[in-house]
């Protein structure tokens, strides 16, 4: 088996057993409860090392890879100490080989690979051919001319944190604003003839920031207007950039299906430019949590060419820490309390659907904590927050999560539906693309368009989450509403939650009802 880790940002964890499947992914922060957690990801190496032992006492780790090269210190020395306690081979690889190698969870028998972040191991992006054969490399730009950084840069000058926040940018890239020349900066650009963007700055990091604070004219804070203004111009800076990029080595290739992974990637504003001219696939791990799966594939498909096993599937991202009843039910005969704040009552699998629907029918806000965490950023029904999609629960929701008003809301809708809400729609279970509205049936749906008319759709099979599907169906059924608002299952600020104290935490300050495992929790 092979133990895959990422010891930087969001640091991670996750297993390929020997059947040739991804088995666990867990990023560290869920469980220190530190976002994007830096360090060697002990907690989630420990909790996967330990559920492999319960399913076989026999089984152990063949190689442990590394996602990134270039660490030295204590976090060096973390990795050494544990490589030393397994007593295994370790190999490293490149940050964005990393990335890059994410490919293979696509359907693609070629494709471009473009990889795009702050920066990882002395490079800020690269593009590459992917295929049955590997991986060819063709261009790669450093740390100077990261695309990553600028709009990073963008962030902070903003008021915002850098390398966390930047979706709060993109965000209000996307309001208007009446009577305001657009910012005509050229900042950062890519020069066909090297291959490579170029940043005029020539300086990365805090300095960049503050170059561009002087640039703006900006010695306190930035106001609501100001901070469109900025937004817009990041926003178009970005999408003409990577789009050069991306249109000049797919003439170059004749290539149109495109990879993008790294931490830019997280940007569905621009996801949604290149959807307009490409097949893309976006990896629903695509920052750098995903680094240690992608280790770990890079050193299996060395293995799977010797050996000609198949190639690996991804079919969902429900790889982390697993809600279990019979731990609920020591957890509740050891808690006096809950029984005096809540009503609780076990639902039976096949109750759920309408159980649960009937809450959200009835208006009510719901947290769902059950099953396996998902591993990436996204929430897709098993740690969510879900509700009516309308403007009331919105607002409502923001309030209780104390999250900024002008971030929006994402739904899940049932696939078979989205032709009568979703303007060119295809199937994204992983809630990486971003869709235009049809405006007929937008004041049906209003808590989840943003305000220039589009939404991040989560759009759900059934064999992808049957219980999930089952209680939007039963939503439908009663509401003619194909689809639930659905966002992350934590406070504003904190990672998603993980385990059973993490969610009864969080339910006290969100939510109407929590379904732990089965066992639904009603606040009285």
């Not at 088996?1 to 560290?28: P, T």
């Not at 060819?136 to 695309?147: G, R």
């Not at 804070?221 to 100001?226: M, T």
Request: aromatic share 10%.
């Amino acid at each position: 088996m092979i133990l895959g880790i990422h010891d930087g940002h969001n640091a991670s964890a996750c297993l390929i057993d020997n059947n040739n499947n991804i088995r666990y992914a867990i990023s560290e922060e869920r469980f220190t409860r530190k976002k994007n957690q830096r360090g060697f990801p002990k907690y989630s190496v420990n909790y996967i090392l330990n559920e492999i032992k319960k399913l076989d006492k026999e089984s152990t780790i063949d190689i442990i890879t590394v996602g990134g090269i270039f660490r030295k210190g204590n976090r060096l020395k973390a990795l050494k100490n544990f490589q030393k306690e397994v007593n295994v081979p370790m190999v490293y690889f490149n940050h964005h080989l990393c990335h890059a190698s994410l490919y293979k969870l696509s359907n693609f028998k070629e494709c471009l690979i473009i990889t795009m972040d702050g920066g990882g191991d002395a490079l800020s992006s690269t593009v590459s051919i992917g295929n049955k054969k590997g991986l060819e490399l063709l261009a790669q730009n450093d740390l100077i001319d990261s695309v990553g950084d600028f709009y990073a840069s963008i962030t902070e000058v903003l008021g915002f944190k850098p390398m966390e926040d930047e979706g709060k940018v993109m965000s209000l890239s996307s309001y208007d604003c009446v009577d305001e020349s657009p910012i005509n900066l050229k900042v950062i650009d890519y020069d066909s003839k090297r291959k490579s963007f170029e940043n005029y700055l020539g300086i990365v990091g805090y300095e960049a920031t503050k170059a561009l604070k002087r640039i703006f004219n900006l010695n306190k804070n930035v106001d609501f207007k100001n901070k469109v203004l900025i937004s817009k111009y990041a926003q178009k800076t970005l999408e003409d950039v990577v789009l050069k990029m991306i249109n000049d080595f797919s003439k170059e290739t004749g290539i149109n299906n495109i990879v993008f992974s790294g931490g830019v990637a997280q940007n569905v504003k621009l996801n949604k430019k290149i959807a307009e001219n490409y097949n893309l696939y976006v990896p629903p791990f695509m920052g750098d949590e995903g680094l240690s799966v992608g280790s770990a594939l890079l050193f299996n498909n060395k293995k799977n060419k010797k050996t000609k096993n198949k190639e690996i599937t991804l079919k969902n991202t429900y790889l982390g820490y697993e809600i279990k009843n019979e731990d609920m039910e020591l957890l509740y005969n050891n808690d006096s309390n809950i029984h005096k704040n809540y009503k609780i009552t076990y639902v039976e699998e096949e109750e759920l659907p309408e159980t649960i629907g009937n809450l959200i029918v009835n208006n009510k806000i719901v947290c769902l904590c059950r099953g396996k965490m998902e591993f990436g950023p996204r929430a897709l029904g098993n740690r969510s927050i879900i509700s009516l999609p309308t403007k009331e629960n919105s607002e409502k929701i923001n309030k209780m999560l104390n999250r900024d008003n002008f971030m929006p809301f994402a739904p899940t809708i049932l696939y078979e539906h989205i032709d009568d809400y979703i303007i060119n729609p295809s199937y994204s279970p992983f809630m990486t693309l971003l869709f235009d509205i049809k405006h007929e049936n937008k004041n049906k749906i209003d808590g989840v368009v943003h305000v220039d008319n589009t939404t991040r759709a989560q759009t759900l099979k059934r064999e992808f989450n049957k219980t999930y599907y089952d209680i939007i169906n039963h939503v439908y059924e009663n509401t003619n509403i194909p689809m639930v608002l659905n966002t992350s299952f934590n406070l504003h600020g904190e990672p998603i939650v993980c385990n059973e104290q993490d969610a009864l935490k969080s339910f006290k300050s969100v939510g109407n009802a929590l379904l732990l495992g089965n066992w639904l929790i009603e606040k009285i």
